[in-house]
């Protein structure tokens, strides 16, 4: 079975500091998709970047970028100049036969 | 544009009661997600449709759960009777959902979700 696994349930940064989520995966396919999500407490799920497994190039979105290793499987999350409204539930995400594999989350403080 | 929208966003009800969900998800959107999520977790996809088609229902707890999706727009979840163990978010999604095309390779759009309290 496709798994998803986020290993810290819970990380904290300081304001303006960086902080890297980890996310490994387990698929057999060769293309697909995985996916960052992230949930503030008013549980509002919003994408914050997607990365096209057949595109070598790290996909970047403003302080939000990530590291794919498609032959480790790894896909973190690095958030560069953290702000309070970063702080929130991080989901990391891979599609497998039409349907999103989720990990568990990992709750990000920002410490102000 | 409007985002996904769902309600009740609260909905307390004691256990054998039946409960039911509206999602309107974006518009022009083709595909529509229903998961739920327990405290902690990831969602979970319950029922995925394209249009007024259910094509994956394999995670919707039959017995009990039951959803529709008339004229390819509005959704409603469906819960009769509700149990202790249904309580959880249950969230909404839509996508574009290209014709012929992998949908799940765009965007997923999520509504702010229903929380279920099953007494």
């Known amino acids: 079975a496709q798994t998803v696994t986020q290993s810290q349930p819970e990380m904290s940064v300081q304001e303006a500091e960086t902080v890297t989520l980890s996310c490994t995966y387990d698929?057999?396919?060769?293309?697909?998709?995985l996916f960052w999500y992230k949930q503030p407490p008013s549980r509002q799920m919003i994408l914050v970047i997607r990365?096209?497994?057949?595109k070598q190039q790290n996909a970047t979105e403003n302080r939000f970028s990530v590291n794919f290793q498609k032959a480790a499987k790894s896909f973190s999350l690095k958030i560069s100049d953290s702000q309070l409204g970063d702080a929130a539930m991080y989901f990391c995400?891979?599609?497998?036969?039409?349907?999103?594999?989720w990990g568990a989350g990992t709750k990000l403080i920002i410490k102000p | 544009e409007a985002g996904v929208v769902q309600s009740p966003r609260y909905k307390i009800i004691e256990k054998k009661q039946p409960v039911a969900f509206w999602c309107n998800p974006i518009?022009?959107?083709?595909?529509l997600y229903w998961y739920r999520q327990n405290l902690g977790q990831g969602p979970e996809l319950l029922i995925r449709?394209?249009?007024?088609?259910?094509?994956?229902d394999s995670q919707l707890p039959k017995d009990r759960f039951s959803a529709e999706r008339l004229k390819g727009v509005d959704s409603t979840l469906k819960i009769q009777p509700a149990e202790l163990g249904d309580s959880a978010v249950y969230l909404c999604?839509?996508?574009?959902?290209?014709?012929?095309?992998?949908?799940?390779?765009?965007?997923?759009?999520f509504g702010p979700g229903t929380r279920l309290l099953v007494l």
């Open positions: 698929t057999s396919e060769s293309d697909y998709y």
């Open positions: 518009s022009g959107h083709n595909t």
């Open positions: 999604a839509s996508s574009l959902g290209l014709a012929g095309g992998r949908t799940i390779q765009e965007t997923q759009y």
């Open positions: 449709y394209e249009n007024e088609e259910a094509v994956d």
């Open positions: 995400a891979q599609d497998s036969n039409y349907q999103l594999i």
């Open positions: 990365q096209e497994a057949y």
